[in-house]
Nanobody, 124 residues
Framework: VQLQASGGGLVQAGGSLRLSCAAS????????VGWFRQAPGKEREFVAS????????SYADSVKGRFTVSRGGPKSTVDLQMNSLSPDDTARYYC??????????????????WGQGTQVTVSS
């Protein structure tokens, strides 16, 4: 089971990025998928999650109204649209898949499969 996050990069404050999470060696169409991030010296923190049908989403308070998680489309990816980025959003972003169809919550320990992450850097 492999997850691959992509789409990170360097962006100015106020800008946008769109991250994508793709699965290889298995399909996560029946699994909840989450996004987490980790900044240097900080713990990994929950960002957003989406259930297997894409009907139930959850967001950290710090990103509500700015980030949108979605799934579907021709590439069957789970995407994280990030708008109004600030330097506080600088981190390595990871996607994770649950063994469940619905999000197991914001605790990273409850998510089974992880990708290697993609770096997001927001300059001021």
């Amino acid at each position: 089971v492999q997850l691959q996050a992509s789409g990170g990069g360097l962006v100015q404050a106020g800008g946008s990025l769109r991250l994508s999470c793709a699965a290889s060696r298995f399909t996560f169409s029946n699994n909840a998928v989450g996004w987490f991030r980790q900044a240097p010296g900080k713990e990994r923190e929950f960002v957003a999650s989406i259930d297997w049908r894409g009907q139930s989403t959850s967001y950290a308070d710090s990103v509500k109204g700015r980030f949108t998680v979605s799934r579907g489309g021709p590439k069957s990816t789970v995407d994280l649209q990030m708008n109004s980025l600030s330097p506080d959003d600088t981190a390595r972003y990871y996607c994770a898949a649950s063994i469940r169809s619905y999000s197991p919550g914001s605790d990273a320990r409850n998510w089974r499969y992880w990708g290697q992450g993609t770096q997001v850097t927001v300059s001021s």
